[in-house]
Nanobody, 125 residues
Framework: QVQLVESGGKLVQAGDSLRLSCAAS????????MGWFRQAPGKEREFVAAVNWNGVSTYYATSVKGRFTISRDNAKNTVYLQMNNLKPEDTAVYYCAADPTPWILSTLQFKYDYWGQGIQVTVSS
């Protein structure tokens, strides 16, 4: 069982940067692949980024590639999402997710067993 708690969301202006954190409970964090997803108002939740167990492999949605960076610190049981050059269309509730399949990245929500409660990021124009 893993519990995930996101933090760092807030209201920012277009072009700003923001870093989200997701703290995980449990002793086996390093054996989980991690992902970030987001849900904008009136839209379905979508994949943003994923990272494998040791942080070496990452994958991004086309819409955020080159602007967002996912990373993890297994010593701190934390995964991060650094978001640069934010745009109004990045406004959404951001969720982190975990799954005990450490090596293979996945963009599919149903592949992830554990989810955080979500945190709001609002980007004003």
């Amino acid at each position: 069982q893993v519990q995930l708690v996101e933090s760092g969301g807030k209201l920012v202006q277009a072009g700003d940067s923001l870093r989200l954190s997701c703290a995980a409970s449990g002793r086996t964090f390093s054996s989980y692949r991690m992902g970030w997803f987001r849900q904008a108002p009136g839209k379905e939740r979508e994949f943003v980024a994923a990272v494998n167990w040791n942080g070496v492999s990452t994958y991004y949605a086309t819409s955020v590639k080159g602007r967002f960076t996912i990373s993890r610190d297994n010593a701190k049981n934390t995964v991060y999402l650094q978001m640069n050059n934010l745009k109004p269309e990045d406004t959404a509730v951001y969720y982190c997710a975990a799954d005990p399949t450490p090596w293979i990245l996945s963009t599919l929500q149903f592949k992830y067993d554990y989810w955080g409660q979500g945190i709001q990021v609002t980007v004003s124009s």
